[in-house]
T-cell receptor, first 114, second 110 residues
């Protein structure tokens, strides 16, 4: 099992540019979560999907953020336009139990917006 | 008030000692509780889950849950330098919301 795969590992972009983060969950997991981690706020849940359907996006900070899951093996988180305050580590995680038994995180994408 | 609170530390213990990490949560209806370990620059890794009041042991790790006091703890016995990391407490609330604490940094001194 390759685990949860995220790309890219690092992203440096200029303010105003579009950023797309990608995630491939563990095969067979029907829940997918996007988190953001900063020193100040810790881990924040942005959105999660069940069977490719967004269930709760209340953590998405504003309309500049959008997430999609076109199929069971792929999800994207897009920021357009990006701002310096979006700089953080973005984690994707997946689970087969909705998180009731915890979940597996990907290695994360470190985003820096300059 | 934050949903999940942890002492940010840093907590330092000598090698071989017991490290005690604590966490409180605000939603009394929460049902699932987790401890994740996060090494610097890495992703969180699930190390313990607990759902019922009392203790749950797994090797050198013991999770303790007291729902009446809304308190979760993690004990690490015979601490090793490799245990040096940030430990995150996570709670799944009654409304199926997931909340993480900001983590406690642990350093085990050889």
């Amino acid at each position: 099992d390759a685990g949860v795969i995220q790309s890219p590992r690092h992203e440096v972009t200029e303010m105003g540019q579009e950023v797309t983060l990608r995630c491939k969950p563990i095969s067979g997991h029907d829940y997918l979560f996007w988190y953001r981690q900063t020193m100040m706020r810790g881990l924040e849940l942005l959105i999660y999907f069940n069977n490719n359907v967004p269930i709760d996006d209340s953590g998405m900070p504003e309309d500049r953020f959008s997430a999609k899951m076109p199929n069971a093996s792929f999800s994207t988180l897009k920021i357009q336009p990006s701002e310096p305050r979006d700089s953080a580590v973005y984690f994707c995680a997946s689970s087969s139990t909705g998180g009731a038994a915890g979940y597996t995180f990907g290695s994360g994408t470190r985003l820096t917006v300059v | 008030q934050k949903e999940v609170e942890q002492n940010s530390g840093p907590l330092s213990v000598p090698e071989g000692a017991i490290a005690s990490l604590n966490c409180t949560y605000s939603d009394r209806g929460s049902q699932s509780f987790f401890w994740y370990r996060q090494y610097s620059g890495k992703s969180p890794e699930l190390i313990m889950s607990i759902y019922s009041n009392g203790d749950k042991e797994d090797g050198r790790f013991t999770a303790q849950l007291n729902k009446a006091s809304q308190y979760v703890s993690l004990l690490i016995r015979d601490s090793q330098p490799s245990d040096s990391a940030t430990y995150l407490c996570a709670v799944r609330s009654a409304g199926n919301q997931f909340y993480f604490g900001t983590g406690t940094s642990l350093t085990v001194i050889p």
